[in-house]
Each structure stands twice: as structure tokens, then as C-alpha cells.
């Protein structure tokens, strides 16, 4: 584990800009000089600053952004890096305007006007735009299309623009200095998911660690993760049915000493009866995960390397 020296200069970042929201940043980046772990823990699905225009367009109205949520997760986030130091990166423009773990040419091009089309026949839609779910959400199961009108060139340019790409580049700023700084960083994606159904004889999972099938992080962090939430007694699953998104896909590059996880939270465990509103369960959530980015913390400084970090002491867990 390593222990934060008390001297770190905090600082807060915020960037990019969200459509119908004039003045408005899309994203927070909470940092501190010098870093005090490895770590960077982000949330792009923790937005909620829905601009009236935005709502205005909904079809079923605004309890439906609920189901786009990953409800509070911004909340998990706060209290685990605060706990820590972990640097913190949070989305403030909401997933129904722009999804960020999502590839921005991931385009459902049928939800839009026909004069904002690509020229020819259009690209072959992937799977998650099959499912309602590219850059620009769709549809949702039981609910049809979310959408009012059909979307405009203009509409993605700007979403792409203002909240898409600026995420992405701090996100890739971020990692960089931490990587600087100690040989190896380590980005943990943190969502939350609707509660799984238990296979015969086992509980449905708490949590959900996705990597990508072994491609973006050290089989080591890994290892650490699964011990860590066997010992706190929280039952995880290992890429199914979460394996991690573009996000990973984007910025995990393990040879070159950036890893990266996707983590899955149960939001029945820190969330209430309903699921709206935080519940009894969000500090010990907290805490757990605040055990855990310590503990990975020393497996990464670990993978940077002695020399990187020979000025930095650890202290034993």
C-alpha cells in the first residue's frame, strides 16, 4: 500500500462543454501535484447535467434517463478517490446526450435526418448500435425509441465536439502523467449495472471486472482484485457479462505501462430499495473500493519499476 505523504495540492480541472448548456463544462478532472497513487479512477456514465433542450426532445419523458444512468456511480467515485487520493476524472453531460465509452464513430445513422447521412449506402452498424446503444443511445428495451425527432448533422458535431473528444484527451493527459511520474498507471472505468440473477446455486455477482479478455492490464492487477473482493467477502465475475468498452479499448496499453479495468458495481448494494437515491450500503462500498485502489496501487508502482520509483516509499499493507 502506499501511503499519501499530506502534502498533495489538489486542484480541479474542468473542460469541455455541453450542448444546450451554455457555460456549462462537460467533465471534471480532480487531480493532485505530485500525484499521490498510480491511479485514476473515472466514471463516464456519472453525468447528470441535463440540458432543457435535451429533456424537451425525450419521448417518454425524463424518468427515463434513469435507466441511461449509471445512478450515483459519480458518488462511489467521489468518496473513493477523497478516501484515497486516487486522481478522479467524472463526466457531467449525461449518457443520454453522448455515450463516452463509446466509439465516436459508433453512429446509429437511422436516427438521423436523411440529409445528415453519410453519401452512399451506410457502414455496417456494430452490435451495440444494433442494440440502441451507440455514441447517440436509441432506443431501450420496453421503451422504444427515446427520441422525439430525428437528429441533425450539427447535433453529433457538437456533442462530438464538446463533450466526446475534450473527455478523451484529459482522460489521455491524465494517464500520461501518472505513467510519468511512476513507470505504470492504472485507470479503473467505474459503472454501475441492475443486479445480476444468481446462477443455481451461486449469489449474482457485486461486482464485474472486465479487462478485456487479458488485453488491457497485467494479469497481476487482476489477481490482486479478485483476492482483494474475496476477502471482503463481495462475489465478482471476471468479463462476464461486463468485458469493458471503448474506453479500454482506447486507453489501456500495458506494454507500455498504461493498464486498465472496467468495474461493474451492483447498484442494488449502494443504492435504495428503488434505486434512485444513495442507501445504507454506499459507505461500505466506499470503503471496500478505497481498500482495494490502495492495495492495486502497490502492484502497479511494483510493474513501473524500482528505478522510477525509487524516491517514492512503500509502506507494507
Known sequence: MIEPSGEDDSHEERGGWIPGAPGLPAFSLVSSTPSALPVLIAAPHGGRTYPRPLLADL??????????????????????????????????????????NRAPDDVDWEMFARAARPAGSLPEPSRRVRSGLGVIPRRLPGTGDLWRRPLQAQDLRE??????EPYHAALDRALARLRERWGAALLIDLHSMPPLSPRPGTPGAQVVIGDRFGATCHGSIVA?????????????????????????????????????????????????????????????????????????????VELGGEEANRDWPLAAE
Open 59 to 100: 419521448r417518454q419523458g425524463e424518468g427515463v434517463t434513469l435507466r441511461l444512468e449509471d445512478r450515483y456511480v459519480d458518488r462511489l467515485a467521489q468518496g473513493v478517490a477523497r478516501a484515497t487520493g486516487a486522481a478522479l476524472l467524472v463526466a457531467l453531460a449525461p449518457r443520454a446526450m453522448i455515450d463516452l
Open 159 to 164: 456533442r462530438l465536439s464538446g463533450v466526446h
Open 224 to 300: 490482486a482484485t479478485f483476492a482483494h473482493l474475496a476477502r471482503t467477502g463481495r462475489e465478482a465475475a471476471h468479463n462476464r457479462p461486463y468485458a469493458g468498452g471503448y474506453v479500454l479499448e482506447r486507453h489501456a496499453a500495458p506494454d507500455e505501462g498504461v493498464h486498465a479495468l472496467q468495474v461493474e458495481i451492483d447498484r442494488s448494494r449502494y443504492l435504495d430499495a428503488d434505486m434512485v437515491e444513495p442507501g445504507p450500503g454506499m459507505a461500505a462500498m466506499i470503503e471496500d473500493l478505497a481498500a482495494l485502489v490502495r492495495r492495486l496501487a502497490g502492484v502497479v
